[in-house]
Structure formats: C-alpha cells, structure tokens
C-alpha cells in the first residue's frame, strides 16, 4: 500500500515537473491580429521561414532557444501594450520604426528579441469590386511622391526624428465645391506611423502621406478611426473606402494579413526587420 502511495506521488510530481518546465520553456509572443491567418497557422508560416532560411531570429542573452513560441493575436495596439503589461504576453512583436518609438516613449521596456523576416510595407487597401478609378489616381500620386523626394522628406519628419514625442495632427486641407471624398481608416496602431493622438487627431506619417496624396488629387478626406482588427470588416461593409494596410514582399504567394477583396496600392513604406519588446 505504502509502494502504491509512493508511485502515485511520484507520478503527480513528475507531471507537476513537466507542466513547471514546459511553462518555463514557453514565450508567449503578441501580435497584431493577422486577417488571413489564425495564430497556429501563423505559428507555421514563422516556423517554416526559420527552417528555409528566410527568417532570422537573434535572441537576448537570457532567452533560451528552447522556449516554445505561442502567438497571440490582438485588435488593437492598446490591447497589445495592456497584454505586455498585465503579464499576459511575455513580448509584443512590432515593426522596428515602432518598437524604436516604443522604446523612446516608455523606458520600462526592452528588446527581447530581433526578428528579420520578409520585407513588409505600407500600402492603401481598397476593395476589388469597385471601380478601380481612385485606386489608380493613388498609385499615380504615390509614384509621383516617390520620384520627387516627398515620400523620403515625410518619412524622415515622421519616423526617423519622431523622438520622444507625439507626432503633431495632420491638418487636411479643405477643397469647396468638389464633389470626391472618400473615407479612410486610421487606426493609430503603429505609432509613430499610424497615429490617433488621446483627442482623437490623426497624425504621424500615414496621415501626413494622406494629406498629401488629397492636395495632390483635389480630393477631399473624412478621416475614420478603427481598430487594427476591424480594418476588413470596415471595408466591406463600405464604412470606408480605403484602409492603411502592410503586405510581405508585394505578389508574395503567402499573406498573413490580406484577405479575399482587398486590393492595394503601390507600396510607400518597407522595412524587414521586428523588434520584440518586453518589460524590463
């Protein structure tokens, strides 16, 4: 009787070992939400991207190799940061631009990992059903900004010397007596490149890219404010014409992020490289 007790404890303290390790090993990773994919099949796209190569992962010092990665999606960059802080996720994966901000922002985080991965960039997402006139007007404003230097000069202002402070609002200008407005998403998720101030003012270099593609168009822009994981259904459902969206290499087969209906404009902004912040 007294073996049999002693197999059982045994037993419950080796399962109570494994699960303590296995918890150990673990690194829960936020993200924003991907619209074409779940987080396990996300999970697999990364993993697969390791194993050919594609994917780079340079980890800090005090993180074993051996953590088990768990993705875990959020609608919304506050959601996130809340997630980091209330110890629900061990790092939150943001774009370097953004992590850089972070970081500046806030010194009670740190760089958990580097990731360097497919080259990602910024485009505006439109629906495929409609008519592609607005669309092509915005890759023709885009390539002209490109050639001219005004997409490098708005880059520089915005990101590169955003600091430690808030981007100013972007004010748009007002054209009387045109009929064309559209209606853009913003959702302020990817600071400072997509940023809603605390009243509520669009700003950073999305907007800043906005404006100027309105000045140059003569057309006029109600700017609306949404989550991250409501850009899709907003679209669809014609709440807004147009959304700020971020693809992996442009005609890549794969994309985490852009589901059926959607069709982008030329790119404006890259980068291949997310930082993953933590609390220090």
Do not use: C
Not at 139 to 168: H, Q, V, W
Not at 189 to 209: M, R, Y
Not at 230 to 257: G, M
């Amino acid at each position: 009787m007294k073996a049999k007790k002693f197999v059982l404890a045994l037993a419950v303290i080796l399962v109570i070992m494994s699960v303590v390790t296995a918890s150990a090993l673990e690194r829960k990773v936020g993200h924003l939400a991907k619209l074409n994919m779940t987080p396990e099949e996300f999970k697999a796209f990364s993993n697969n991207g390791i194993a050919n190569g594609r994917i780079a992962v340079f980890l800090a010092s005090e993180i074993s190799e051996q953590h088990e990665i768990v993705h875990l999606f959020y609608d919304s960059f506050l959601s996130l940061q809340m997630a980091l802080n209330a110890g629900e996720v061990d790092e939150v994966a943001l774009p370097e631009a953004v992590a850089d901000y972070v970081l500046n922002m806030n010194d009670g985080y740190k760089v958990a990992s580097i990731v360097r991965t497919y080259p990602s960039t910024l485009s505006f997402g439109f629906r495929k059903d409609d008519d592609p006139a607005m669309l092509n007007r915005f890759n023709e404003a885009l390539l002209a900004m490109k050639a001219d230097g005004t997409l490098a000069i708005l880059r520089e202002k915005y990101i590169n010397d955003a600091g430690f402070s808030e981007p100013e609002p972007v004010e748009f200008r007002d054209f009387e007596n045109i009929d064309t407005k559209i209606k853009v998403a913003v959702t302020g998720d990817l600071p400072p490149i997509d940023f809603v101030s605390p009243e509520g003012k669009p700003a950073g270099f999305n907007t800043a890219v906005l404006a100027e593609i309105a000045k140059r168009l003569h057309i006029n822009i109600e700017i609306v404010n949404i989550d991250s994981g409501a850009r899709a259904a907003a679209l669809a459902s014609k709440r807004v014409d147009a959304v700020f969206w971020f693809q992996f290499r442009k005609n890549a087969e794969t994309q985490p992020d852009i589901p059926e209906g959607v069709a982008l404009s030329e790119p404006y902004y890259t980068w291949n490289e997310i930082l993953n912040i933590a609390k220090k």
